[in-house]
């Protein structure tokens, strides 16, 4: 039986191309398939970083004798869940409801009509830890297939009707109000942890979007309770493991509560979103740390992630070359004592030791350390500290490199495109500004088809087959509603209206509620709709952000109307569950707040004064504020229609609910309009 996966463009179906499992890749085909056979379907998901994954893989679907057994009785389907979320989260949400608990690679077993009936997560060669192996489990279900059927055809349809039934009910199309994101810090308050930051316990994962909720309260309120969270989490995690104090990024999660030991993989969504935020935390406080790791953080970004095309690939893998041949999680990242010395020397060694908290004994497995920054690190010196850096690095670029996804996911890049753009405005690096530019000229020509529908991923210039979700939709226009406020380009908001144009007609129904999949996109057996934040925000928030952008950019009243009903959402869940729904707590507060438009004006963009006026607005605090910058007469941006010098000087308007300020010439006046 042939294994059909060598032509597809994920690379996480490519890396099982070669097993003597005779994989399909999820295709009305391969049902098709197990309906001519009368066999169930083996459903397994995962992702090409996922480390789990690659051990079920080795153990399991390298294995000839499991392979045969698989290949004689099931008809096995293998889904990368970052090509196919809308997949991934309807079967996720079966296997969560059945067993309380969910993860990857994820096994589900289908029968021919894609109804689940048994569900699992990693299954081991052997029986261990309570564990059944993947064999007596196989064994398990073939004997349930052919002896039972009947049964397995009641538990099937009874678990689809309980999935189907599954609907959001969010209580209101009215946006949240003062006492609900008051609420909402309240409960974030009582879930932090201060001696650590974050929130909650092991594992610990980066709450970019629960960051940016706190930044904006802060700008919106003057809460300093918001603003000492958001600062000394930020500041943790950039000291602690989590973070590369050598290349900068930041890696998935902490095992443990400390942020010491991180889970290696770094993925493109978590170090856009962190660099983001890490930016508008310099934006708030003019910290230097903020400062450093944002633009190390984007500089990563741009020297590790980016693809010959001119996007950014999803991830590098967590486990790597250990230099025996053996692939080992964080191989690449660790160091003990005597490795610091053999390229440092004695004293160096010593220093750097004392610097990055390597141990004897530790913080990692073996006697190896991950390189943090203890808190009492003292005072170094910071031209030795930078030689001891970079002779760190060369060394450790010698060692064998994580694999690296080149998948281009359109959401992530979206987000990439507007960190970047932001992150290049603040600090003057125009090359930052020129790789948004280059992604979202990427997602243009390769992703949007000539009706402008969205395609999920593409890799190596190929375009991929599966359509975009509300998250793709969502994430593209507000990387293209950042560049248009950075570069005065209206182009790139008349994109991002493109792509709005299908959220209002294609993911949101006549409650104001919004789908993860478009009308017309493949049914599955339910339709999947989750408005809670995972590692990235949902695309149901995401959306109602970029709505409420564009409308403040072109006063467009189905926009906003839709954010507001989406908002309800938040109404309902934000002082219940802060954590969960960060981004949509961030975009209620520039709801509140107006947002406000901006348009600057000059007699030419590269007139200094003019341009000094446009940093000056972009380094506004007033949350989800919008920035219009051009020269005067210009329609390239609707907000720059009849907004005319200042006694020959470039101006800047500022208006809020429907109210406009008058126009200023002054950088310290309207820095003063565009903050609390």
Same mark, same amino acid.
């Given at each position: 039986?042939?294994?059909?996966?060598?032509?597809?463009?994920?690379?996480?179906?490519?890396?099982?191309?070669?097993?003597?499992?005779?994989?399909?890749?999820?295709?009305?085909?391969?049902?098709?398939?197990?309906?001519?056979?009368?066999?169930?379907?083996?459903?397994?998901?995962?992702?090409?970083?996922?480390?789990?994954?690659?051990?079920?893989?080795?153990?399991?679907?390298?294995?000839?004798?499991?392979?045969?057994?698989?290949?004689?009785?099931?008809?096995?389907?293998?889904?990368?869940?970052?090509?196919?979320?809308?997949?991934?989260?309807?079967?996720?949400?079966?296997?969560?409801a059945a067993t309380g608990q969910g993860g990857w690679?994820?096994?589900?077993?289908?029968?021919?009509?894609?109804?689940?009936?048994?569900?699992?997560?990693?299954?081991?060669?052997?029986?261990?830890?309570?564990?059944?192996?993947?064999?007596?489990?196989?064994?398990?279900?073939?004997?349930?297939?052919?002896?039972?059927?009947?049964?397995?055809?009641?538990?099937?349809?009874?678990?689809?009707?309980?999935?189907?039934?599954?609907?959001?009910?969010?209580?209101?199309?009215?946006?949240?109000?003062?006492?609900?994101?008051s609420g909402a810090l309240l409960g974030l308050t009582?879930?932090?942890?201060?001696?650590?930051?974050?929130?909650?316990?092991?594992?610990?994962?980066?709450?970019?979007?629960?960051?940016?909720?706190?930044?904006?309260?802060?700008?919106?309120?003057?809460?300093?309770?918001?603003?000492?969270?958001?600062?000394?989490?930020?500041?943790?995690?950039?000291?602690?493991?989590?973070?590369?104090?050598?290349?900068?990024?930041?890696?998935?999660?902490?095992?443990?509560?400390?942020?010491?030991?991180?889970?290696?993989?770094?993925?493109?969504?978590?170090?856009?979103?962190?660099?983001?935020?890490?930016?508008?935390?310099?934006?708030?406080?003019?910290?230097?740390?903020?400062?450093?790791?944002?633009?190390?953080?984007?500089?990563?970004?741009?020297?590790?992630?980016?693809?010959?095309?001119?996007?950014?690939?999803?991830?590098?893998?967590?486990?790597?070359?250990?230099?025996?041949?053996?692939?080992?999680?964080?191989?690449?990242?660790?160091?003990?004592?005597?490795?610091?010395?053999?390229?440092?020397?004695?004293?160096?060694?010593?220093?750097?030791?004392?610097?990055?908290?390597?141990?004897?004994d530790g913080t990692f497995e073996e006697g190896q350390?991950?390189?943090?920054?203890?808190?009492?690190?003292?005072?170094?010196?910071?031209?030795?500290?930078?030689?001891?850096?970079?002779?760190?690095?060369?060394?450790?670029?010698?060692?064998?490199?994580?694999?690296?996804?080149?998948?281009?996911?359109?959401?992530?890049?979206?987000? &990439?495109?507007? @960190? +970047?753009?932001?992150?290049? %405005?603040?600090? *003057?690096?125009?090359?930052?500004?020129? #790789? $948004?530019?280059? =992604?979202?000229?990427?997602?243009?020509?390769?992703?949007?088809?000539?009706?402008?529908?969205?395609?999920?991923?593409?890799?190596?210039?190929?375009?991929?087959?599966?359509?975009?979700?509300?998250?793709?939709?969502?994430?593209?226009?507000?990387?293209?509603?950042?560049?248009?406020?950075?570069?005065?380009?209206?182009?790139?908001?008349?994109?991002?209206?493109?792509?709005?144009?299908?959220?209002?007609?294609?993911?949101?129904?006549?409650?104001?509620?919004?789908?993860?999949?478009?009308?017309?996109?493949?049914?599955?057996?339910?339709?999947?709709?989750?408005?809670?934040?995972?590692?990235?925000?949902?695309?149901?928030?995401? &959306?109602?952000? @970029? +709505?409420?952008?564009?409308? %403040?950019?072109? *006063?467009?009243?189905?926009?906003?109307? #839709? $954010?507001?009903? =989406?908002?309800?959402?938040?109404?309902?869940?934000?002082?219940?569950?802060?954590?969960?729904?960060?981004?949509?707590?961030?975009?209620?507060?520039?709801?509140?707040?107006?947002?406000?438009?901006?348009?600057?004006?000059?007699?030419?963009?590269?007139?200094?004064?003019?341009?000094?006026?446009?940093?000056?607005?972009?380094?506004?605090?007033?949350?989800?504020?919008?920035?219009?910058?051009?020269?005067?007469?210009?329609?390239?941006?609707?907000?720059?229609?009849?907004?005319?010098?200042?006694?020959?000087?470039?101006?800047?308007?500022?208006?809020?609910?429907?109210?406009?300020?008058?126009?200023?010439?002054?950088?310290?006046?309207?820095?003063? @309009? +565009?903050?609390?």
């Amino acid at each position: 039986m042939p294994n059909r996966l060598a032509h597809e463009t994920s690379p996480y179906l490519l890396q099982h191309a070669d097993n003597p499992v005779a994989w399909w890749p999820w295709s009305a085909e391969a049902f098709e398939e197990a309906r001519r056979t009368n066999k169930p379907v083996l459903l397994s998901v995962g992702y090409s970083s996922c480390h789990w994954c690659h051990v079920m893989a080795h153990e399991s679907f390298e294995d000839q004798p499991t392979a045969d057994y698989l290949n004689e009785h099931f008809v096995s389907v293998k889904v990368d869940r970052e090509e196919r979320p809308d997949v991934d989260a309807v079967y996720m949400e079966a296997v969560q409801a059945a067993t309380g608990q969910g993860g990857w690679p994820m096994t589900v077993f289908l029968t021919p009509d894609a109804e689940p009936f048994y569900f699992g997560t990693y299954f081991p060669p052997a029986p261990r830890h309570g564990m059944p192996s993947f064999r007596q489990v196989l064994e398990g279900v073939r004997s349930a297939w052919t002896d039972r059927r009947d049964e397995v055809a009641e538990v099937a349809g009874k678990i689809t009707r309980d999935l189907s039934q599954r609907e959001i009910d969010y209580g209101s199309t009215e946006a949240p109000g003062e006492e609900e994101l008051s609420g909402a810090l309240l409960g974030l308050t009582r879930e932090y942890d201060p001696q650590r930051g974050g929130f909650g316990g092991a594992p610990k994962f980066p709450p970019s979007m629960a960051l940016e909720f706190l930044l904006r309260h802060h700008a919106r309120t003057g809460a300093e309770g918001a603003l000492e969270m958001a600062r000394d989490t930020c500041e943790r995690m950039a000291r602690g493991g989590i973070y590369d104090q050598l290349a900068g990024g930041f890696a998935r999660y902490s095992v443990d509560r400390e942020w010491t030991v991180p889970h290696f993989e770094k993925m493109l969504y978590d170090n856009a979103l962190l660099c983001r935020v890490y930016a508008h935390l310099w934006r708030s406080t003019g910290s230097d740390l903020a400062r450093r790791v944002a633009v190390e953080t984007a500089d990563f970004l741009v020297r590790e992630l980016r693809t010959t095309e001119g996007g950014f690939a999803s991830a590098l893998d967590a486990d790597s070359d250990d230099g025996t041949g053996k692939h080992v999680e964080g191989a690449y990242y660790v160091w003990t004592p005597a490795q610091l010395t053999e390229v440092l020397g004695e004293e160096d060694g010593g220093l750097a030791a004392q610097y990055f908290g390597v141990t004897a004994d530790g913080t990692f497995e073996e006697g190896q350390s991950v390189l943090q920054l203890p808190q009492d690190e003292g005072v170094f010196d910071a031209d030795r500290i930078a030689s001891i850096k970079s002779r760190l690095l060369e060394a450790r670029s010698q060692r064998p490199a994580p694999g690296r996804d080149d998948k281009v996911v359109a959401a992530w890049n979206g987000l &990439a495109i507007a @960190a +970047l753009a932001e992150t290049g %405005a603040y600090f *003057g690096r125009p090359d930052l500004v020129e #790789a $948004a530019v280059s =992604a979202a000229d990427l997602l243009v020509r390769l992703h949007l088809d000539e009706h402008a529908k969205l395609a999920r991923t593409s890799k190596d210039g190929q375009v991929g087959a599966n359509a975009g979700v509300l998250e793709d939709y969502a994430d593209v226009a507000e990387g293209f509603l950042a560049l248009a406020s950075v570069t005065g380009e209206g182009v790139w908001l008349e994109f991002a209206g493109f792509l709005l144009d299908h959220v209002l007609t294609g993911f949101v129904d006549e409650s104001g509620a919004l789908y993860d999949t478009a009308s017309d996109a493949e049914q599955l057996i339910r339709r999947p709709q989750d408005p809670t934040d995972n590692a990235t925000p949902s695309g149901w928030t995401a &959306a109602a952000g @970029a +709505l409420l952008s564009y409308a %403040a950019q072109t *006063g467009a009243e189905p926009h906003r109307t #839709a $954010a507001e009903r =989406a908002l309800g959402v938040v109404k309902a869940l934000g002082p219940r569950v802060p954590r969960f729904i960060g981004w949509g707590l961030a975009v209620a507060e520039a709801y509140l707040d107006g947002p406000r438009e901006v348009a600057v004006v000059g007699p030419s963009l590269d007139d200094e004064a003019a341009k000094a006026l446009h940093r000056t607005a972009l380094l506004g605090t007033a949350p989800g504020a919008v920035v219009a910058f051009g020269v005067v007469g210009s329609d390239e941006l609707p907000l720059l229609a009849d907004r005319p010098l200042v006694d020959g000087e470039p101006a800047a308007y500022v208006c809020r609910n429907f109210t406009c300020d008058a126009p200023t010439t002054d950088q310290e006046r309207l820095r003063t @309009a +565009l903050s609390r």
